[in-house]
């Protein structure tokens, strides 16, 4: 009996992790722009759902987390992937000054391994930046710690060319693709505008 209960407390310790998530983001912008980050949205999910793709149409949820920040639609969508067994935890968290940084904690687990999150860029007409689908476990195991680099992205949703520019919705909508705007382009291409480090706890 004592031989299954340790057996059986190592498995369910394997199916389950907790990882502290670290974003740095690194985007200055000219004085007179407020440059600052919405809030962010972070979630477990399994590989039945995607929260960006690079060619695929924005969800109303991600476009209204692009365009102003809102992050209660793409909580309503979480909440149905949830009922499906495709959501795992969330958290959001208050925005920040860019330069900044966040920093969270989120617990995943063998059907919910993935992890993605969003932010708005802002000011913008529909900028923004995270990551999807991030894998936690390879080949049964935890990953201990790791970092993946940041990028600008573009929701496809409004057509405004600048950081205070009026909204023009886009119609019909292009899809979602990493942001050329000038601004973020160096003699050596795009670049990124951060790092998240991912890191299991004990």
């Known amino acids: 009996m004592l031989f299954w209960l340790v057996s059986a407390s190592l498995v369910a310790a394997q199916d389950t992790a907790r990882y502290q998530v670290d974003v740095t983001f690194n985007w200055v912008a000219a ?3 407020d440059a600052h980050w919405s809030r962010l949205i972070a979630f477990a ?3 039945r759902y995607a929260l960006f793709e690079d060619g695929a149409t924005a969800s109303s949820g991600l476009a209204l987390v692009a365009t102003n920040g809102r992050v209660s639609v793409l909580e309503a969508e979480l909440a149905e992937g949830r009922r499906r ?4 935890q969330h958290v959001v968290l208050p925005g920040i000054a860019s330069p900044g940084e966040f920093a969270f904690a989120l617990d995943v687990d063998v059907t919910h391994s993935r992890m993605s999150f969003a932010t708005m860029l802002a000011p913008s007409p529909d900028w923004f ?3 999807s689908s991030v894998e936690l476990r390879i080949d049964d195991v935890w990953r201990d710690e790791f970092s993946v680099e940041l990028w600008p992205w573009d929701a496809g949703v409004d057509s405004g060319p600048d950081y205070s520019g009026p909204n023009i919705d886009t119609q019909p909508r292009q899809s979602v693709r990493l942001l050329v705007h000038p601004d973020f382009l ?5 670049q990124p505008i951060g790092r998240a480090t991912f890191k299991r706890l004990p």
Do not use: D, M, N
């Not at 067994?85 to 795992?88: E, F, I, L, S, T």
């Not at 160096?186 to 795009?190: D, F, I, K, R, S």
């Open 31 to 33: 004085p007179e722009i």
């Open 45 to 47: 999910h399994s590989s």
């Open 85 to 88: 067994g495709r959501v795992g």
């Open 129 to 131: 930046s995270g990551v």
């Open 186 to 190: 160096t003699a050596q291409g795009l």
